[in-house]
């Protein structure tokens, strides 16, 4: 069993920055593929960004390609979202995500993943 914890979320103006991190307890993430997602508010969870094993391959959505960028750093055991020009429809709340995923073109599915975190809140104030 993997537990992730989220942190680094909070309340920032927009164009402003925040880095997520995400761990686990009690169990390396080193060997699986790591996803965030996000939940705005009265709307569906969506995919935000994922990485595979070594950090070698990354995808985003569209919506936050060119200010966000996903890395981890498996010697700390912890995966980073670092968000750059954040705007109001950033708002929401945030997930990481792990799962043994073979084929890069399934990061996006929610259902590909194994464990997830409780979350953090981004919110943007305009």
């Known amino acids: 069993q993997v537990q992730l914890v989220e942190s680094g979320g909070g309340l920032v103006q927009a164009g402003a920055s925040l880095r997520l991190s995400c761990a686990p307890s009690?169990?390396?993430?080193?060997?699986?593929?790591m996803g965030w997602f996000r939940q705005p508010p009265g709307k569906e969870r969506e995919f935000v960004a994922a990485?595979?094993?070594?950090?070698?391959?990354?995808t985003y959505a569209d919506s936050v390609k060119g200010r966000f960028t996903i890395s981890r750093d498996n010697a700390k055991n912890t995966v980073y979202l670092q968000m750059n020009s954040l705007n109001s429809e950033d708002t929401a709340v945030y997930y990481c995500?792990?799962?043994?995923?073979?084929?890069?073109?399934?990061?996006?599915?929610?259902?590909?993943?194994?464990?997830w975190g409780q979350g953090t809140q981004v919110t943007v104030s305009s």
């Open positions: 990485i595979n094993w070594s950090g070698s391959s990354t």
């Open positions: 995500a792990a799962g043994r995923i073979y084929r890069s073109s399934s990061y996006y599915r929610q259902g590909e993943y194994d464990y």
């Open positions: 009690g169990r390396t993430i080193s060997s699986y593929v």
